[in-house]
């Protein structure tokens, strides 16, 4: 039975990228895949996938270029070879290539996804950590500003007093000499004295 070849959306979907990326793998690591032309269209042997989903992988571990096509040349992510169904069939039912190699890319893809799902997952509790300090910090500059604001209402309070005790004072001063006289002795004089005695 000959090998079902795939067109680049089917590697991107089974990879589990989106189509532009499948590209641009394609392009950028031309080298690493063969392929057949139909008129405009490119149709890859099924390891394409594998290889996609290699370099995906790799693409995060900071090699370079030639260093992640090298890895894939080693060995060091092989491109899936193809199995043929009678190793992969324990149970005696005959399985398709495409389904055997089908079933080992889906496994593959899940795994990935859950790799991906648990980074998700780090990185949003990372994400709360940071707003929860950040939280707290906001909190505890909230209180100095409220604590700085009470006191400067208390200072305030204390000017306020010196403004009205000033102003009394400058309304005694003002006030005409004679009336100033009478009210000083006013205060001196004893109940039934006279003021001028």
Do not use: C
Request: glycine fraction near 8%; aromatic fraction near 4%.
């Amino acid at each position: 039975m000959s090998e079902k070849e795939l067109k680049i959306g089917d590697i991107a979907r089974l990879a589990g990228v989106s189509e532009q990326d499948a590209r641009t793998l394609v392009q950028t690591y031309d080298s690493l895949f063969t392929y057949r032309t139909i008129g405009p269209v490119k149709l890859f042997p099924q390891k394409a996938v594998k290889i996609v989903r290699d370099l995906v992988e790799l693409s995060g571990s900071g090699l370079t270029r030639d260093e992640v096509a090298e890895e894939i040349r080693s060995g060091g992510k092989p491109a899936a070879p193809e199995e043929p169904a009678g190793e992969v069939d324990r149970t005696g039912t005959s399985l398709s290539p495409e389904v055997v190699i089908d079933l080992g890319v889906m496994r593959d893809t899940l795994a990935r996804q859950e790799r991906r799902v648990l980074r998700l997952t780090e990185d949003l509790e990372r994400e709360r950590d940071l707003r929860k300090e950040e939280n707290d910090r906001f909190r505890e500059v909230a209180g100095r500003l409220q604590e700085r604001l009470d006191r400067q209402q208390k200072e305030l309070a204390v000017v306020a007093e010196w403004v009205d005790y000033f102003d009394r004072q400058m309304d005694e001063v003002s006030r005409p000499a004679l009336e100033r006289v009478r009210r000083t002795l006013g205060r001196k004089s004893h109940p039934g004295e006279p003021a001028g005695r």
